[in-house]
Structures are given as structure tokens and as C-alpha cells.
């Protein structure tokens, strides 16, 4: 399995060209926190392409504001939109999802990976394919299809920075390292808005409420997901991914300041910790000057200010989601996948107000057993077989959601 976790021996020289960069999902949260970085220094770093979803006036103004070279939006019906925003701009446009993975082809320096959900597989694989570096923010690419992404990644000697905020205290934590002298690896979570609710008020928990996260300003889908402690279920098998090691030594831990972002406990008793202010642009400017670190504006920790720090175990029967996801690990990549998919599913119904908030992990666990006994539960072999069964986990869970709806 690949580790993210050592760094060269002898670091080289920094280089005074800038960095080329390439932001797939640019008008998201991570795309807004990457591009408010890159236009901090812009003498240190050149937008090769930027990519979004459906809106074009968005795209094109971040385009414009980051000099890119392309934008590329998915939906094709926003191409025209698109091109006549950025006509006499000098940046060219195209639509389409290949025109989306031929963008992430590009060669550069890094590939922020940003875009929500399995919506980003092909793209960010084929930004390991063509060997640039990638800062990887879709943590659903590893919960689809880790072995593959990382499997790749290993054949191409391409390097994979954890830009999620936990995997990348981590991998900070372990500069210097080999997992072998790790004990084991703690990544923490806020506890989300719902940390202290009953059942019964999570029950009845409207979208407002469930999107309200305490110290964290994210996209909808990882807001919910915090919500429900999916998101650190999903971290875990992330984690595994990313440094290969098995569930058992990944731990997670509540910490509602959200200061502590993940620590690494040695061997040797020692426990590393990396912290900062939660602010995404941190690991995101990790990620984009790695192996250097450079200056960045923003909040600074004042430890005096924040006072106490504190811990606590996460309660797996008001957050099943979370022992679901590590169940899903144990079973294998095509329960991960499934439960991804269900997931997805599970948390657009919820924001459409279809379903309750307690309903999703239970569509989850659900979806995974109904794929087991459809005789799903077979690893996926490439990123064609992953996006099938995730179609079909998919399917499974939306007919799962009618069944509800008209019972
Ligand atoms: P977001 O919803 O704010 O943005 C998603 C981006 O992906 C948008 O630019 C959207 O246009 C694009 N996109 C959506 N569907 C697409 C499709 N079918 N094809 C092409 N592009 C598409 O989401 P976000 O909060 O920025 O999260 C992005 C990823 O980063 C998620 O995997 C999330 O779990 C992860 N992440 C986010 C944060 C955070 O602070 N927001 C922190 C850690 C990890
Ligand atoms: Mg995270």
C-alpha cells in the first residue's frame, strides 16, 4: 500500500517559478478557500484550468479573477452562458464531463480535487494518470475506489497530499516517520451541530438546522455529513486509504473547538498533534507549497484565547452513520462504495425534505445489505466497474426511498 507520510530526505531547492495549479469544483467551498490562497501571492502560482458543475457566471468571473487559462463547466446546456462571459477574456471555454477530465489531464503542478461526491472520480484520476500532483479534498474518490486510486497513483509515482483538514494534520504529524512506528493514528471531529441533541430532537432536526455547522463553513453534502458523523466515517476509510493502515489503529475523537485536527500516536508513547485555526485555506496552503511552507493571511491560533480544549467519545448509537461506515471498511471496497452512494442519495433526499435526519443512516445500512444480497459484493476492478456500482447503489437506495414514500 502507498503512505503518504514520508517526505524526502533531502528537500529541493525552493523553486522560483510559480506553481501551475488546476481547481476541479472552483466554485465550491474548497475552489473559493484554494482561490482566496492562490490570490493572496499571486507571483507564486499560474491557474492553468478551473471546472464547475452548472454555474457559468460564477465560473467565469473566478476564472477571470485567477487568470485561468480554461474553464470548463460539466453541465453542457451552460456552455453558451459560459463562452459569451468570458468572450474577449482571452480564456478559452469548453463544457461537457470529458472536456472536465480532459482539463484534469492538463499537465501542472497540482490538481486541487474539489468537486463533491463520486462526481469526481474520473476527473481526479485523470489527473493522476497524467502525473501531476493531487491535493485531494473529494475524500469520495477513496471511498468509491481507494485501492484504485491509490494503486495508480503508486504505478505513476505520483503523489497524493491530503487536503482534508484531519489527513493533513496527519500527514504533517508523520513527516519524518515510517507508519511502521506508528501506534495509531487519531483524527478528530467537532461533533457537529447535534453533539449534544437527544435522539429525539435529531429526529425531528429540519435542514437549517442540520446544515448550522459550529466551527466549520463547508458545501451542503459535507455539512450534513458532519451532521450525521458520516463525514468522519468516511474520513476513516479516507485515512486507511491514504496511509495504510487498517481500521482498527484509526481512532476518532470528539473535539468540539476544532483546533487539534489529528494526531499520531507512536510507538514510543509519544503522540503528535498538529492544530490551527479551522480555516480550510491552512491545509489548502499546505498542499499548494508542499514541501516548503509559505506565508498565508488569515486567523491565527491564540491558545490563551480559546482556554480549554476538550475531548470525548463519539456515541455510536445517536451517530450510527459512523460505526456503518467502519463496518463498511471491514466488508470491503464495494461496501464502501455502496455506502457512498447511498449516502448521496440519502442526504439530497434530506435536504429535499423527502426524508428524516435519523433516516439516512438507516437508508445506508439498508442499501448495503440489499446490495449484499443482490450479490454485489465483489471489489471493484477499474473506475468504469466503481462508477457501475455506484449506479447501482444508487438505484438500490432510491428504490428503497419510494418504497418509504408510497408505504
Ligand atoms: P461544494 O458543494 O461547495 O462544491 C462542489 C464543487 O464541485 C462545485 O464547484 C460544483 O460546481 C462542483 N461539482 C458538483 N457536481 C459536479 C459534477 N457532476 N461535475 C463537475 N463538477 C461538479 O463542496 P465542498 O464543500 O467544496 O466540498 C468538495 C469536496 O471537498 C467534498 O468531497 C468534501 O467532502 C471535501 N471537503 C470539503 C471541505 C470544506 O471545508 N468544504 C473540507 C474537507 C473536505
Ligand atoms: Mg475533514
Given at each position: 500500500?502507498?503512505?503518504?507520510?514520508?517526505?524526502?530526505?533531502?528537500?529541493?531547492?525552493?523553486?522560483?517559478?510559480?506553481?501551475?495549479?488546476?481547481?476541479?469544483?472552483?466554485?465550491?467551498?474548497?475552489?473559493t478557500s484554494t482561490l482566496s490562497v492562490i490570490a493572496d501571492r499571486p507571483?507564486?502560482?499560474?491557474?492553468?484550468?478551473?471546472?464547475?458543475?452548472?454555474?457559468?457566471?460564477?465560473?467565469?468571473?473566478?476564472?477571470?479573477?485567477?487568470?485561468?487559462?480554461?474553464?470548463?463547466?460539466?453541465?453542457?446546456?451552460?456552455?453558451?452562458?459560459?463562452?459569451?462571459?468570458?468572450?474577449?477574456?482571452?480564456?478559452?471555454?469548453?463544457?461537457?464531463?470529458?472536456?472536465?477530465?480532459?482539463?484534469?489531464?492538463?499537465?501542472?503542478?497540482?490538481?486541487?480535487?474539489?468537486?463533491?461526491?463520486?462526481?469526481?472520480?474520473?476527473?481526479?484520476?485523470?489527473?493522476?494518470?497524467?502525473?501531476?500532483?493531487?491535493?485531494?479534498?473529494?475524500?469520495?474518490?477513496?471511498?468509491?475506489?481507494?485501492?484504485?486510486?491509490?494503486?495508480e497513483a503508486r504505478k505513476g509515482g505520483v503523489k497524493i497530499l491530503p487536503?482534508?483538514?484531519?489527513?493533513?494534520?496527519?500527514?504533517?504529524?508523520?513527516?519524518?516517520?515510517?507508519?511502521?512506528?506508528?501506534?495509531?493514528?487519531?483524527?478528530?471531529?467537532?461533533?457537529?451541530?447535534?453533539?449534544?441533541?437527544?435522539?429525539?430532537?435529531?429526529?425531528?432536526?429540519?435542514?437549517?438546522?442540520?446544515?448550522?455547522?459550529?466551527?466549520?463553513?463547508?458545501?451542503?453534502?459535507?455539512?450534513?455529513?458532519?451532521?450525521?458523523?458520516?463525514?468522519?466515517?468516511?474520513?476513516?476509510?479516507?485515512?486507511?486509504?491514504?496511509?495504510?493502515?487498517?481500521?482498527?489503529?484509526?481512532?476518532?475523537?470528539?473535539?468540539?473547538?476544532?483546533?487539534?485536527?489529528?494526531?499520531v500516536a507512536y510507538k514510543d508513547g509519544s503522540v503528535i498533534a498538529q492544530?490551527?485555526?479551522?480555516?480550510?485555506?491552512?491545509?489548502?496552503?499546505?498542499?499548494?507549497?508542499?514541501?516548503?511552507?509559505?506565508?498565508?493571511?488569515?486567523?491565527?491560533?491564540?491558545?490563551?484565547?480559546?482556554?480549554?480544549?476538550?475531548?470525548?467519545?463519539?456515541?455510536?448509537?445517536?451517530?450510527?452513520?459512523?460505526?456503518?461506515?467502519?463496518?463498511?471498511?471491514?466488508?470491503?471496497?464495494?461496501?464502501?462504495?455502496?455506502?457512498?452512494?447511498?449516502?448521496?442519495?440519502?442526504?439530497?433526499?434530506?435536504?429535499?425534505?423527502?426524508?428524516?435526519?435519523?433516516?439516512?443512516?438507516?437508508?445506508?445500512?439498508?442499501?448495503?445489505?440489499?446490495?449484499?444480497?443482490?450479490?454485489?459484493?465483489?471489489?471493484?476492478?477499474?473506475?468504469?466497474?466503481?462508477?457501475?456500482?455506484?449506479?447501482?447503489?444508487?438505484?438500490?437506495?432510491?428504490?428503497?426511498?419510494?418504497?418509504?414514500?408510497?408505504?
Amino acid at each position: 500500500m502507498v503512505s503518504v507520510a514520508a517526505s524526502p530526505a533531502v528537500q529541493p531547492e525552493p523553486s522560483t517559478a510559480p506553481r501551475r495549479v488546476t481547481i476541479l469544483g472552483a466554485t465550491g467551498s474548497i475552489g473559493t478557500s484554494t482561490l482566496s490562497v492562490i490570490a493572496d501571492r499571486p507571483e507564486a502560482f499560474a491557474v492553468e484550468a478551473v471546472t464547475a458543475f452548472g454555474n457559468a457566471e460564477r465560473l467565469a468571473r473566478v476564472a477571470k479573477e485567477a487568470r485561468a487559462r480554461v474553464a470548463v463547466i460539466a453541465d453542457r446546456s451552460a456552455y453558451d452562458a459560459l463562452a459569451s462571459a468570458l468572450a474577449g477574456s482571452g480564456i478559452e471555454a469548453a463544457a461537457g464531463a470529458a472536456a472536465v477530465e480532459e482539463a484534469a489531464s492538463r499537465p501542472v503542478d497540482v490538481v486541487v480535487a474539489g468537486i463533491v461526491g463520486s462526481a469526481g472520480l474520473a476527473p481526479t484520476m485523470a489527473a493522476i494518470r497524467a502525473g501531476s500532483k493531487v491535493a485531494l479534498a473529494n475524500k469520495e474518490c477513496l471511498v468509491c475506489a481507494g485501492d484504485l486510486f491509490m494503486g495508480e497513483a503508486r504505478k505513476g509515482g505520483v503523489k497524493i497530499l491530503p487536503l482534508d483538514s484531519e489527513h493533513n494534520a496527519v500527514f504533517q504529524a508523520l513527516s519524518g516517520h515510517s507508519i511502521d512506528e506508528v501506534d495509531r493514528i487519531i483524527l478528530t471531529g467537532s461533533g457537529g451541530p447535534f453533539r449534544d441533541w437527544t435522539k429525539e430532537a435529531m429526529a425531528a432536526a429540519n435542514p437549517d438546522q442540520a446544515l448550522k455547522h459550529p466551527t466549520w463553513s463547508m458545501g451542503p453534502k459535507i455539512s450534513i455529513d458532519s451532521a450525521t458523523l458520516m463525514n468522519k466515517g468516511l474520513e476513516v476509510i479516507e485515512a486507511h486509504h491514504l496511509f495504510g493502515v487498517p481500521e482498527e489503529q484509526l481512532d476518532v475523537v470528539v473535539h468540539p473547538q476544532s483546533i487539534i485536527h489529528g494526531m499520531v500516536a507512536y510507538k514510543d508513547g509519544s503522540v503528535i498533534a498538529q492544530m490551527s485555526a479551522p480555516d480550510m485555506r491552512m491545509p489548502i496552503a499546505h498542499c499548494l507549497s508542499w514541501p516548503q511552507r509559505s506565508p498565508i493571511g488569515g486567523p491565527r491560533l491564540d491558545l490563551t484565547r480559546i482556554g480549554r480544549f476538550t475531548f470525548e467519545r463519539p456515541d455510536l448509537d445517536r451517530f450510527p452513520a459512523l460505526r456503518i461506515a467502519r463496518a463498511a471498511l471491514g466488508a470491503g471496497s464495494w461496501a464502501t462504495n455502496i455506502l457512498n452512494a447511498a449516502n448521496e442519495v440519502a442526504v439530497a433526499a434530506y435536504l429535499a425534505g423527502n426524508i428524516g435526519f435519523l433516516e439516512i443512516a438507516r437508508l445506508v445500512e439498508e442499501t448495503i445489505e440489499r446490495a449484499a444480497a443482490q450479490g454485489l459484493s465483489h471489489a471493484p476492478g477499474s473506475i468504469k466497474d466503481a462508477l457501475a456500482l455506484d449506479r447501482e447503489g444508487r438505484r438500490i437506495a432510491t428504490s428503497l426511498l419510494t418504497r418509504r414514500e408510497t408505504a
